[in-house]
């Protein structure tokens, strides 16, 4: 059972909750998907880390067998090629990976090279194993490293995946295999705007799904209303809490400091897995 | 000198255009034989890589100088590359910019953006 957890901007609070519901379950897997800024692992502080080097494949030029016919520049659809004063230049960071232009160079001057863009690391944490999604600075996309993170989960497990902020091609290809999805929402207008941008992408993809309102404080809570309005159900709510603000800060696991949120999070964590079973 | 600008449409009043990659048209202008020519950017509706594209289509035509508003670093990497020179256009006019380019007033733009890619960019 796969959960994802999604917001349309950071900080609203993915890490809290899929953290804490990851503890919260007897056996579970947490996989930081937010690979250009992966923190689910100061929560959990893993240990017995293995690490994968993730790369991607770009074309590279023999020059001598290059005669400028430029096939490989009229079939990428991402322009990732250029010919000028005699030489064909790649953007790698424009490449998508097809491997179209080596198929279709006629003289074979191009071929395929492996470039490391990331990592993953995998450890484990008490009851969870910890997969944490590393992109290395100045890379242009994490997807790659999402597909591999996710590719081989175990389908039996009780998987949390903590999502990048936002709802771009790295989001969508974060939930894609989702059998649930966890918006999480602030209580402002724009959290509402934010909210929104997630809901888009749930209902595109057809998932079920439910909103947690983080940061709750006594009054209107505008993330409510428009959940309301649309009929968007409402799994749980977690107070704008002091305590729970130091705890966290502290890159502590609230669940394993305090009955009190071990209690609130396992009610979630229920509440969630009828959810999904429904 | 041959100089190649980003313009709104296939008219020397037409205004510069903001976008160097996707622009709808290039003008092509002979310093001193004063001939013009409008191209089509046909990486106006590219996917990704428009600025590759579009300063692929400057270099193939051999120009010495190129008068943008702004460009990206892609763009930029293929137009020095082909050692092509970038100015800085100073209004939108594109008469006063190429005077301003054979009065020697033109500046180098040298504030290279690192690209919109699907992220607007007004």
Known sequence: MKIAVLSGKGGTGKTLLSVNLAASATESVYIDCDVEEPNGHLFFKPVDIQSEGISIKVPFVDESLCNGCRKCIDFCKFNALAYIINKLKVFNEVCHSCGGCVLFCPEKALSEREIIIGEVQSGVSENVTVLTGILQTGEKSGVPIIKRILQDTHQDKLTFIDCPPGSACIVMDSIKDADYCIMVAEPTLFGVHNLNMVYELVKLFNKPHGVVLNKCIDGENPSEKFCLEKNIKIIGKIPFDHELGTLNSKALILVRENNKYRDMFSTLLQIVTKEVQV | ?122
């Open chain 2, 1 to 122: 000198m041959k100089i190649a600008i980003p313009v709104n449409d296939k008219s020397m009043e037409a205004g510069v255009c903001d976008s160097f990659g996707r622009t709808p048209y290039y003008l092509i202008y002979d310093t001193e034989s004063k001939e013009s020519i409008f191209l089509d950017n046909s990486a106006v509706a590219s996917q990704g890589g428009a600025g590759i594209k579009a300063a692929q289509t400057v270099v193939d035509n051999k120009v010495n100088a190129l008068l943008t508003p702004r460009c990206g670093e892609n763009a930029a990497e293929v137009i020095r590359a082909a050692n092509i020179q970038l100015y800085k256009t100073i209004n939108d006019s594109i008469k006063d910019n190429i005077d301003a380019l054979n009065e020697g007033k033109l500046s180098f733009l040298v504030d290279i953006h690192p690209g919109f890619h699907g992220h607007g960019g007004k």
